[in-house]
């Protein structure tokens, strides 16, 4: 199988000459160089033999699939396509800011980007400036890896006051979002509520009541930083439907609050009754979650010095947020209270019919994300909120693949999203080698989309200028004694990425 090869020798070039280099040669000269080897350099481009894929979504979901490709089969070719300028997906906007360790996995997706047959580009929204049909003209297969962006909605009247907001949002506010730089959310209220017991609300509580000398060496914006550093919350309560024994999230942030300095917890000592006698029946991931949770419980006396408090309150639905006496903002959350019908991880939060209230003045709702459909073509199950899809392969629609949360749902932390995208590979790899793909049709992959990118006036970020980015957030972060300063203006970026 062939690829386009372009030998390199040491060249000079003036501002003249590369201007009179052709729009769509020198868009491809420079975004679609993977790793060198002995000076020559390959380029993603057309052809009548190897297959030819894109992937849509540079999060995790869509590096993994590409990884996997690229490491099965010596001669196919993967472009990848990001709505934003940057890489990564929510592995820089997702994953907490004082776990760093948890984002070494961008190391293996630089890896995957500068393969010889890898090309990126971001700043390029499906969709949007190109159909995904236009894809699927121009490529043998199309996988759709471009997860959740939307929140689930909590139903429930004051839902849309001001000190209301998703997790999603809140979340993206402190981790650089450009989308939600402006959120500014109101802190000036003594008490959180977090609706929500999984591992993103207790990120969040994390984020509220850290000390500020940690907060200041990770990578949260600057703005956040200060909101953060003026922050009135004191006591952050993490609600959940269910009970003690169903709680979502894990031991590893169960155990980052229990040690939060600076702060003690404060629980329902009823909430936990007959617990300690169920430890017994618990797998064991569930039971040393619990004994944790157990200890924690039976500490709520906390240390004298801790100046805030965070703390579970289970068996618990919002029914309504209730309005300040100007009804402009929230003054606080009414809770139903509910029984458990049946046992383990299948029990059923029913009503009692009794209800809650709750003083507080920011209200975050953690209970979930939610995909989007992406085109008219795509089949999109809205209940779901997913692609049906059998193993992902979209259903009924033969080279169109999914991977990630908008496959399966917004589920499961980064190894889950990673074997969940082997599976999609390798089902795209069965069907090349069964001969599903008709890969002795000639497809033009990048070079018809560059072109089509060209007309409709698109600006996209190669993955080289991300990396302009990437050394600009480096560098005045180092100013501040910080990993990076996240760039929060898409305008910005692409100014840098061009420079």
């Known amino acids: 199988m062939s690829s386009v090869v372009i030998e390199e020798k040491p060249v000079k070039m003036n501002m003249r000459s590369l201007r009179a280099v052709k729009p769509l040669e020198r868009f491809l000269s420079a975004r679609c160089v993977g790793t060198r080897a002995h000076g020559v350099r390959k380029l993603s481009s057309t052809s009548g033999s190897y297959p030819l894929v894109c992937i849509v979504g540079g999060g995790p979901a869509g590096f993994y699939t590409a990884q996997h490709l690229l490491k099965s089969h010596p001669d196919i070719h993967v472009d990848i396509y990001e709505r934003l300028p940057i890489p990564f997906g929510l592995v820089r906007f997702g994953v907490a800011p004082d776990h760093p360790e948890v984002k070494n996995v961008i190391n293996t997706f630089t890896q995957t980007a500068q393969h010889k047959h890898c090309c990126f580009f971001g700043n390029v929204n499906i969709g949007r400036d190109v159909s995904v049909k236009e894809l699927q003209e121009a490529y043998h297969a199309v996988v759709l890896s471009y997860g959740a962006e939307a929140n689930r909605r909590l139903g429930i009247p004051g839902e849309d006051l001001l000190g209301v907001y998703s997790a999603k949002d809140f979340v993206g506010w402190y981790n650089g979002v450009p989308c939600n730089k402006d959120l500014q959310p109101d802190l000036s209220s003594d008490t959180a509520v977090i609706l929500g017991q999984g591992n993103v609300a207790l990120d969040v509580a994390r984020m509220l009541l850290s000390p500020l000398d940690i907060l200041k060496k990770t990578d949260v914006t600057q703005p956040s930083l200060e909101a953060l550093a003026a922050s009135h919350v004191h006591k952050v309560l993490i609600v959940g439907r269910r009970g003690p024994l169903q709680m979502a999230c894990t031991i590893k942030e169960l155990r980052e609050m229990v040690n939060l300095p600076g702060t003690k917890p404060d629980m329902v000592t009823a909430e936990f009754e007959g617990i300690a006698e169920a430890l017994k029946e618990l797998p064991r991931p569930r039971k040393r979650l619990t ?192 990993p990076r300063e996240k760039l929060l203006d898409v305008e910005e970026m692409i100014k840098i990425a061009k420079t």
């Open 291 to 482: 004994e944790l949770l157990l200890k924690a419980a039976q500490g709520s006396a906390g240390s004298a010095q801790a100046t805030r408090q965070w703390g579970f309150r289970f068996l618990r639905s919002p029914v309504e947020i209730r309005p300040s006496s100007d009804v402009t903002r929230t003054a606080g959350i009414r809770l139903a209270v509910n029984r458990l019908e049946g046992s383990g991880e299948n029990a059923q939060a029913v009503p009692t019919g009794e209800v809650e209230d709750l003083q507080c003045g920011l209200v975050i709702n953690s209970i979930g994300y939610r995909s989007l459909p992406i085109d008219a073509t795509v089949p999109f199950d809205p209940h779901k909120a997913v692609i049906p899809n059998t193993v992902g392969r979209v259903e009924q629609v033969a080279g169109l693949y999914c991977s990630g949360w908008v496959k399966r749902g917004p589920t499961g932390v980064i190894a889950t999203t990673m074997n969940d995208s082997f599976d999609t590979a390798r089902a795209l790899l069965q069907d090349i080698e069964a001969g599903l793909l008709k890969l002795s049709t000639k497809k033009l992959g990048s070079k018809a989309i560059v072109t089509l990118l060209e007309k409709r006036g698109v600006n996209s970020v190669s993955f080289l200028e991300w990396e302009k980015i990437n050394a600009e957030e480096v560098k005045r972060g180092g100013r501040a004694g910080k």
